[in-house]
């Protein structure tokens, strides 16, 4: 019986020894909200990353220090959670694969290769339904320093109408799924008057976000928007299992807020916008496509149907769209910006953003601007189709061809 018992506790202090050692390894890489659990076959772990760049960069690094923690053979599983607490994306390392990579029988990239990828985290999460979180992140804030650029061909007289700005941004996580964001927007240089001119709020939102288990999330937003918008915004998503397929739902009560010369002006009538899309990821491009059907801000109906293409970390992006008779369309990007990882200085980040995002309409004069067609708005800061990207086949086809960055 004695025996049986100290069995039983090495066999439990091994256990505690094989995820804590996971858990140090991530802490030191700089992930944040760490959970980590033992079970018959391994180790669950799940992660929220916070202090890299790159999606797939994060993932890279974080499956390298979770490898290098394991001191037992076992099977590994992974939940990598994004910015906002949500799950986005599952990686599973059977037994085999751990064994052969911690002896030295397998690479860094055979691993990548051969190592599961899936947006349906449920069966990790169940894993993890009583282990306690580490290395948390609420209340502990980052400053994040955006660029600002608006540019238009309206004008007889002038070639440009042109703004240039910094948009300092206090983005700070409260509890599960909460996060806090506080903008203000200083002009640079510019040929403008009045708001663009002078010190004015950006984005000013609270937003607490849902998982709904089998790949369902909803996201609810308050405050301050884009594109003069002040309200509330419920927004629902569906992928499949490959997170080839996405399907989601989208629907704000906003009405017009400006704050210009120390005024703030605010209408009294509110607007309902809303939308539906369909979204599909061609892994031989990696392109997304995405068609939606929308009743934008000012009360009209139209049709969207987007292309972006994703070159590594860079995104460019088409859009055309129809809406009351009229024909409009554009081009957008995102690129990266200089900084890969930021760690915590006192608690807090202080970082550029991550990227220069811009998008380009072609119709800016007629009746389609002074009917306000077409018009919509974003609740968050520096919203682009590469922040947060956890497309599975996104992931791995990256992690493998740059490789290389991991394994030093």
């Given amino acids: 019986m004695k025996r049986k018992m100290k069995t039983m506790c090495m066999a439990l202090l091994g256990a505690t020894a094989l995820h804590a050692q996971v858990d140090m390894k991530l802490a030191e890489l700089g992930m944040e909200n760490i959970r980590t659990a033992h079970t018959e076959k391994g180790v669950a772990v799940a992660f929220e990353d916070r ?9 890279g690094h974080a499956v390298k220090a979770a490898l290098d923690g394991m001191t037992e053979d076992g099977e590994l599983r992974m939940a990598v959670m994004d910015a906002n607490g949500l799950p986005q994306l599952e990686i599973y390392m059977d037994r085999t694969l751990v064994t052969n990579y911690r002896k030295g029988k397998m690479s860094l990239r055979e691993a990548f290769e051969r190592m599961q990828l899936s947006c349906g985290t449920d069966g990790t999460l169940a894993l993890l339904k009583d282990s306690e979180t580490e290395a948390k992140s609420a209340w502990r804030p980052d400053l994040v320093v955006y660029p600002h650029l608006f540019l ?52 000013v939102a609270l937003k607490q976000g849902f998982y709904l288990k089998k790949n369902w999330t909803l996201n609810i937003t308050a405050g301050q928007f884009t594109n003069h918008r002040l309200g509330g915004v419920a927004d629902a998503k569906w992928r499949t299992d490959n997170g080839r397929w996405e399907l989601g739902a989208k629907a704000g009560l906003t009405v017009f807020s400006l704050f210009v010369d120390r005024e703030w002006s605010v209408t009294r009538k509110p607007k309902l916008d809303a939308r539906v899309y369909g979204r599909v990821y061609v892994p031989r491009w990696n392109t997304e496509l995405t068609g939606e059907a929308a009743r934008f801000v000012y009360g009209d109906y139209g049709v969207k149907g987007s292309m972006v293409r994703h070159f590594g970390e860079c995104t460019v992006g088409v859009y055309a769209m129809y809406t009351e008779g009229h024909v409009n369309g554009g081009f957008n990007f995102a690129i990266p910006l200089p900084g890969r990882k930021y760690n915590r200085w006192k608690g807090m980040r202080i970082k550029p953003a991550d990227y220069f995002t811009y998008e380009y309409g072609m ?17 968050g800061t520096g919203e682009n189709r590469t922040r947060g990207f956890y497309q599975p086949e996104y992931i791995r086809y ?3 061809k740059d490789c290389d960055r991991f394994e030093n």
């Fill in 51 to 59: 202090a890299f760049r790159s999606s797939y960069e994060g993932v």
């Fill in 363 to 379: 119709v800016a004069w007629g009746e389609y601007i002074d009917k306000n067609l077409g018009v919509s708005y974003t609740t």
């Fill in 152 to 203: 238009e061909n309206t004008s007889f007289d002038k070639l440009y109408k042109y703004a240039i700005a910094l948009a300092p941004a206090i983005e700070m996580p409260l509890w599960k799924g909460a996060e806090l964001t506080a903008q203000v927007m200083l002009p640079i240089v510019g040929n403008q008057k009045g708001e663009l001119k002078q010190v004015h709020p950006g984005v």
């Fill in 398 to 400: 990256f992690l493998i």
